[in-house]
């Protein structure tokens, strides 16, 4: 018996009733945040899954946070069933749902209001994803230049923080012993939990306007719509297969070395294959990433030429998107990581070199759709201390740049590109929250990559720490410049140096912790975006 066609008007207003869900869970997630990352940066992710952990909607958040979530919530929910009215799981493990030990998934599953025939546990769940600014480990705001995970922070495995409603008190009180911020880490744990609560009770309310059954079954069409439009997509980009490679900076001892990443891009009808043969090895450093942050990556790259290149509208991002295309890379290599590499980096930094090779790849197949190379690094600058009171604290931060060029015009200047999606801390809150001065906030002219359409500018952010303090920065682009396209210009790299309030000066390589002293001053130039086209041309 053939499945109902589903009505399409109706179907679309069920796109738009889930992304809603999704989307007003972040709105409270952002309102009862208590950390200036959450509340400021907005550095989280909401999505809506059905009861068997196909993402159904997502909000417009993290790049990396999103496109690795079904993972995660794949990983949990058999782990921990039974699952019950009340229920909320957590977990940071990377090895076990999660991406990067900063990075706090909380899945709760959703039952009906009333029994529905062909549901016996949850119909739904919802998820959250929220970057928390210190989970311990051996530096302030936990991305430290680690060997192994085990010095990035406290590991959770998946488990349940409330069982039918209740708090697990002693969970709670372990999560707590450590980290740095007790009481910052408590307040966004309870606004994770609170968007839940929103997602919960919207959904419910739309089965019992809709009825159960017929909420239930166009999550599923609309799961199968995105996969329709995808495949036909993708069936009209060329077949063939595209390679590409680009590489991370590795420091050690203040050494560079470069490591690379490559990949494979296949086309084959309706399909696409994503194969990272020939990467290098897991790395005895922090820009190890595990395998659902590749997938992640990819999975964005293909999101993005949607948007311009599916046949009509781009579909909804759900499971169905994701359904025609795989990913593949040796187990113990740069961007399959098995325990117990560390991690921290590799969410952040090598995800961003991951988007850079597979658009690099594409713009083989698709020459006149696919931009010069981003920033291609966040610019992640954690520091922390404690306060003339006595107080501990722990800033962490993610830094715009500049965006490539493309066919249709210039990059943008001083903006975040690719994996992440977050605002910059407002330098009011910065300097309320911190001990710490913003001595100047900027854009970084002629850092973009020249070309028919010139790359987008860099930023330049010059932090001034008023008591001593612990920073580490992890970036990239610093040693290797994002490349241009079509003939256009590569972009200028990236710089980190350190001003002492004795006057002297140091120049930072991608990746540093240092001890800073009050007059001492930090300043970040972020890299620019590639050039596309021959100037004049």
Same mark, same amino acid.
């Given at each position: 018996?053939?499945?109902?066609?589903?009505?399409?008007?109706?179907?679309?207003?069920?796109?738009?009733?889930?992304?809603?869900?999704?989307?007003?869970?972040?709105?409270?997630?952002?309102?009862?945040?208590?950390?200036?990352?959450?509340?400021?940066?907005?550095?989280?992710?909401?999505?809506?899954?059905? #009861?068997?952990?196909?993402? +159904? *909607?997502?909000? %417009? =958040?993290?790049?990396?946070?999103? /496109?690795?979530? &079904?993972? !995660?919530?794949?990983?949990?929910?058999?782990?921990?069933?039974?699952?019950?009215?009340?229920?909320?799981?957590?977990?940071?493990?990377?090895?076990?749902?999660?991406?990067?030990?900063?990075?706090?998934?909380?899945?709760?599953?959703?039952?009906?209001?009333?029994?529905?025939?062909?549901?016996? #546990?949850?119909?739904?769940? +919802? *998820?959250?994803? %929220? =970057?928390?600014?210190?989970?311990? /480990?051996?530096? &302030?705001? !936990?991305?430290?230049?680690?060997?192994?995970?085990?010095?990035?922070?406290?590991?959770?495995?998946?488990?349940?923080?409330?069982?039918?409603?209740?708090?697990?008190?002693?969970?709670?009180?372990?999560?707590?012993?450590?980290?740095?911020?007790?009481?910052?880490?408590?307040?966004?744990?309870?606004?994770?939990?609170?968007?839940? *609560?929103?997602?919960?009770?919207?959904?419910?309310?739309?089965?019992?306007?809709?009825?159960?059954?017929?909420?239930?079954?166009?999550?599923?069409?609309?799961?199968?719509?995105?996969?329709?439009?995808?495949?036909?997509?993708?069936?009209?980009?060329?077949?063939?297969?595209?390679?590409?490679?680009?590489?991370?900076?590795?420091?050690?001892?203040?050494?560079?070395?470069?490591?690379?990443?490559?990949?494979?891009?296949?086309?084959?009808?309706?399909?696409?294959?994503?194969?990272?043969?020939?990467?290098?090895?897991?790395?005895?450093?922090?820009?190890?990433?595990?395998?659902?942050?590749?997938?992640?990556?990819?999975?964005?790259?293909?999101?993005?030429?949607?948007?311009?290149?599916?046949?009509?509208?781009?579909?909804?991002?759900?499971?169905?998107?994701?359904?025609?295309?795989?990913?593949?890379?040796?187990?113990?290599?740069?961007?399959?990581?098995?325990?117990?590499?560390?991690?921290?980096?590799?969410?952040?930094?090598?995800?961003?070199?991951?988007?850079?090779?597979?658009?690099?790849?594409?713009?083989?197949?698709?020459?006149?759709?696919?931009?010069?190379?981003?920033?291609?690094?966040?610019?992640?600058?954690?520091?922390?201390?404690?306060?003339?009171?006595?107080?501990?604290?722990?800033?962490?931060?993610?830094?715009?740049?500049?965006?490539?060029?493309?066919?249709?015009?210039?990059?943008?200047?001083?903006?975040?590109?690719?994996?992440?999606?977050?605002?910059?801390?407002?330098?009011?809150?910065?300097?309320?929250?911190?001990?710490?001065?913003?001595?100047?906030?900027?854009?970084?002219?002629?850092?973009?990559?020249?070309?028919?359409?010139?790359?987008?500018?860099?930023?330049?952010?010059?932090?001034?720490?008023?008591?001593?303090?612990?920073?580490?920065?992890?970036?990239?682009?610093?040693?290797?410049?994002?490349?241009?396209?079509?003939?256009?210009?590569?972009?200028?790299?990236?710089?980190?140096?350190?001003?002492?309030?004795?006057?002297?000066?140091?120049?930072?390589?991608?990746?540093?912790?240092?001890?800073?002293?009050?007059?001492?001053?930090?300043?970040?130039?972020?890299?620019?975006?590639?050039?596309?086209?021959?100037?004049?041309?």
């Amino acid at each position: 018996m053939k499945p109902p066609i589903p009505d399409p008007i109706t179907l679309e207003l069920y796109r738009h009733r889930f992304a809603s869900v999704a989307e007003e869970m972040g709105v409270t997630l952002r309102r009862t945040g208590y950390s200036p990352n959450i509340k400021e940066r907005l550095d989280f992710s909401c999505a809506v899954f059905d #009861g068997q952990g196909r993402m +159904v *909607a997502q909000a %417009a =958040h993290i790049p990396a946070h999103l /496109g690795a979530m &079904p993972a !995660s919530v794949a990983t949990v929910l058999p782990l921990l069933e039974p699952w019950e009215p009340g229920d909320v799981a957590v977990v940071n493990d990377p090895f076990q749902g999660g991406n990067h030990l900063p990075d706090i998934t909380m899945i709760s599953p959703v039952f009906p209001p009333e029994p529905i025939q062909a549901a016996a #546990g949850p119909v739904f769940f +919802v *998820a959250s994803r %929220a =970057h928390h600014a210190d989970v311990g /480990g051996m530096t &302030p705001g !936990s991305l430290p230049l680690s060997t192994e995970i085990y010095q990035e922070g406290i590991i959770v495995p998946p488990v349940k923080l409330y069982r039918r409603g209740e708090l697990n008190q002693d969970l709670l009180r372990v999560i707590l012993r450590n980290v740095r911020t007790p009481d910052e880490r408590r307040g966004d744990l309870a606004a994770q939990r609170a968007a839940h *609560a929103t997602g919960e009770r919207r959904l419910h309310e739309l089965m019992a306007r809709h009825g159960g059954e017929q909420v239930l079954a166009y999550a599923g069409h609309l799961q199968a719509y995105s996969e329709r439009v995808t495949r036909a997509a993708i069936a009209q980009w060329p077949d063939g297969t595209y390679t590409f490679q680009d590489v991370i900076e590795l420091v050690e001892a203040d050494r560079i070395s470069l490591v690379p990443i490559r990949v494979a891009v296949t086309i084959r009808g309706d399909e696409m294959e994503f194969d990272f043969a020939g990467t290098g090895p897991v790395i005895h450093g922090s820009l190890n990433a595990v395998m659902a942050i590749t997938q992640s990556a990819c999975y964005y790259v293909v999101r993005c030429l949607l948007e311009e290149l599916a046949p009509g509208e781009a579909p909804p991002t759900n499971h169905g998107t994701f359904a025609p295309l795989r990913v593949r890379a040796p187990e113990g290599c740069l961007v399959h990581a098995t325990p117990p590499a560390a991690v921290a980096g590799g969410n952040v930094e090598t995800s961003q070199r991951i988007v850079d090779v597979v658009l690099g790849a594409l713009a083989q197949a698709l020459p006149h759709h696919v931009p010069a190379a981003s920033q291609g690094t966040m610019n992640n600058v954690t520091i922390g201390g404690q306060r003339d009171d006595g107080t501990p604290y722990a800033y962490y931060e993610t830094l715009a740049g500049g965006m490539g060029a493309g066919p249709q015009g210039p990059g943008l200047s001083g903006v975040h590109v690719h994996m992440t999606n977050t605002l910059n801390t407002p330098v009011e809150a910065l300097e309320r929250a911190f001990p710490l001065r913003l001595v100047r906030y900027s854009l970084r002219p002629g850092s973009g990559g020249r070309g028919r359409h010139p790359g987008g500018d860099g930023v330049v952010r010059e932090y001034e720490v008023l008591a001593p303090a612990t920073v580490t920065v992890l970036s990239e682009r610093r040693a290797v410049a994002p490349w241009g396209l079509a003939g256009g210009r590569e972009a200028q790299p990236g710089r980190n140096l350190l001003l002492r309030a004795d006057g002297t000066r140091e120049e930072l390589p991608s990746k540093f912790t240092r001890r800073l002293f009050p007059g001492d001053r930090l300043r970040i130039e972020t890299p620019g975006g590639g050039g596309w086209g021959p100037e004049g041309g």
